[in-house]
C-alpha cells in the first residue's frame, strides 16, 4: 500500500529560511527581505484605512459645515450647454444658466451630465449671496473618495517595499553570479592557473 503525506509547500520565496547546508547566505538575506516587505505590506493596511477614515471625517465635517451656507435654486438654460471633455466615457456639459436672486437676475454656467435644452430648468448650488456654487459632497461620494485614498496608501507602501526588494533581488543576483564564476574556475582549473584540454 503506497501512502503519501501533505505538508506545507516549500517554494521559494521562503525556502531560504530552512536549514538546507546548501544555501547560500544570499538566499538567506532574500528569504528574509521577502518577509520583512511582506510583514510591511500587511502593516500598511491598517495605516492606509486610518488615513482613509481621516479624509471621510475631514469630508464629512466639510460637508455639515458648507451645507449650512448654501441652499438649492432652480435657474433656466439661455444658451445652448457645451461639451466638456468625456470622462470615463461619459460626456459633461457646460450649462450657461440664468437665475434670479432678490429680484435680480444673474447668469453663470454649470456642470450637468446630462444635456439640457434652452429653456429647461435645472436645479443649481448658491450660497448665501446668491453665487452659484457647488454642491456639498455626498456620503458615497465622501466614502468612494476614502476608499480611493486608502487605496493609494497601501500601493504607494508596497510599491516601494517592491522596488527596495527588486534592487535587493539585483544586488544578491549580481553576487550570485561573482560567486558561480568563482567556482566554475575552481572546477575548470587545473591546479596551475591553466584549464585542462
Known amino acids: 500500500m503506497q501512502t503519501f503525506t501533505l505538508g506545507w509547500p516549500r517554494r521559494w520565496p ?16 532574500e528569504s528574509f527581505a521577502v518577509m520583512i516587505f511582506g510583514i510591511l505590506a500587511i502593516i500598511a493596511i491598517p495605516l492606509a484605512a486610518s488615513v482613509a477614515a481621516s479624509v471621510h471625517d475631514a469630508e ?15 435657474a433656466t438654460v439661455v444658451r445652448q450647454p457645451k461639451a466638456l471633455e468625456d470622462y470615463a466615457f461619459h460626456t459633461y456639459w457646460s450649462v450657461p444658466v440664468q437665475w434670479d436672486v ?10 450637468s451630465d446630462v444635456k439640457s435644452e434652452v429653456g429647461d430648468q435645472l436645479p443649481i448650488w448658491v450660497d448665501r449671496d446668491g453665487t452659484l456654487t ?31 526588494l527588486q534592487l535587493i533581488r539585483w544586488r544578491l543576483d549580481a553576487i550570485r553570479f561573482d560567486q558561480w564564476e568563482r567556482e566554475f574556475r575552481l572546477l575548470t582549473d587545473d591546479g596551475r592557473g591553466r584549464t585542462p584540454r
Open 14 to 29: 521562503f525556502h531560504g529560511l530552512g536549514r538546507n547546508d546548501l544555501l547560500r547566505r544570499s538566499d538567506r538575506v
Open 60 to 74: 464629512v465635517a466639510d460637508q455639515a459645515e458648507r451645507a449650512a451656507s448654501i441652499h438649492q435654486a432652480t
Open 102 to 111: 432678490a429680484g435680480a437676475s444673474r447668469e453663470g454656467a454649470t456642470i
Open 134 to 164: 457647488r454642491a456639498p459632497v455626498t456620503a458615497e461620494s465622501a466614502s468612494a473618495d476614502a476608499v480611493g485614498v486608502a487605496l493609494l496608501v497601501w500601493t504607494a507602501v508596497t510599491g516601494v517595499c517592491g522596488g527596495v
